[in-house]
Nanobody, 127 residues
Framework: QVQLVQSGGGLVQAGGSLRLSCAAS????????MGWFRQAPGKEREFVAA????????YYADSVKGRFTISRDNAKNTLYLQMNSLKPEDTAVYYC????????????????????WGQGTQVTVSS
């Protein structure tokens, strides 16, 4: 099993930036696709961004495109989400997730396609 431990997040004013990290256990991190999701109060969890195992492709929700950047450091077994120009509507609990299919060519953007999840971290953007 792969364990995902998240860090980062917190409270920031609108227009500010935050970076989330997600550290993965195990030796196969570089072999599977990763994603970020978020869940706002009273809403369903939604896709934010995803990245292929070799960092060859990235995918974003329209709501964050141009403001958020997903990246990974396979040497450090760590996934990142750099969030810039934050808006109050970005307030949510953010989750990293792993799709444990090895070397998958299709990057999934629905939560059902992910097998393991981080513990979640709160991001609050004040207006």
């Amino acid at each position: 099993q792969v364990q995902l431990v998240q860090s980062g997040g917190g409270l920031v004013q609108a227009g500010g930036s935050l970076r989330l990290s997600c550290a993965a256990s195990g030796r196969t991190f570089s072999s599977y696709n990763m994603g970020w999701f978020r869940q706002a109060p009273g809403k369903e969890r939604e896709f934010v961004a995803a990245i292929r195992w070799n960092s060859g492709r990235t995918y974003y929700a329209d709501s964050v495109k141009g403001r958020f950047t997903i990246s990974r450091d396979n040497a450090k077994n760590t996934l990142y989400l750099q969030m810039n120009s934050l808006k109050p509507e970005d307030t949510a609990v953010y989750y990293c997730a792993a799709d444990l299919r090895l070397y998958a060519t299709v990057v999934v953007t629905t939560e059902g396609g992910y097998d393991n999840w981080g513990q979640g971290t709160q991001v609050t953007v004040s207006s």
